[in-house]
């Protein structure tokens, strides 16, 4: 029998216990108390060998008033279960919250990976836009005519983006627009 410690021993705390005896209910007070770990494995080896056990079980959490110590309450588990053929998992320290800010931050790594690539995309866009208004006489003239016209569409394409994200002002309406985006001053004879 493992010795126990009046150390690290919880404390007896007063329980109530109700029984059933056909219809009457009735409430024991008891205290808590440490139990030997010999006893503690037959309690928990029997409870497993019980049907609603059959497919498994899961033990959350091993504090307990009945153990001497969390270390003590884990052996007496391991010990019930060992008779069992497979244990899938023994988790001491991870409760609910662990697991809860452990999904939080996968969503907001995928949160910012998404971002990321988003970001990726609208400045590979810019680079490509930059690339094809730099492209010369002579670097438009080596290129196929397949490629010629898919430039040009991608061009035509940018102005009208351009276009429509900028809103006309009342000036530019005066003043009239050219092809380029750029707006023309009206005469100062005609402004007045």
């Known amino acids: 029998m493992a010795a126990v410690s009046c150390a690290t021993a919880p404390a007896p705390q007063r329980l109530t216990i109700l029984t059933r005896t056909g219809r009457k209910e009735k409430k024991r007070k008891c ?13 928990i080896s029997e409870r497993l060998r019980l049907s609603d056990c059959y497919k498994g079980v899961v033990f959350d959490g091993l504090e307990t008033l009945f153990a001497s110590s969390l270390a003590s309450s884990l052996l007496c588990v391991l010990k019930a279960v060992s008779n069992c053929p497979h244990i899938h998992v023994v988790n001491i320290f991870q409760d609910s919250e662990f697991w809860k800010g452990r999904q939080i931050a996968a969503r907001e790594k995928r949160a910012a990976k998404k971002e990321w690539k988003a970001w990726e995309k609208e400045e590979a866009a810019r680079r490509e836009e930059e690339r094809l208004w730099d492209v010369d006489v002579d670097e438009y003239e080596a290129l196929s005519e ?10 035509e394409q940018i102005k009208h983006e351009q276009k429509e994200s900028r809103e006309p002002s009342g000036l530019d309406m005066a003043c ?9 001053p009206l005469p100062m004879e005609v402004s007045r």
């Open 31 to 43: 205290w808590s108390c440490v139990l030997p770990e010999e006893l503690l494995v037959e309690i």
């Open 146 to 155: 397949k490629q010629k016209a898919l430039l040009d569409y991608k061009i």
């Open 176 to 184: 009239g627009e050219l092809g380029s985006g750029l707006a023309l």
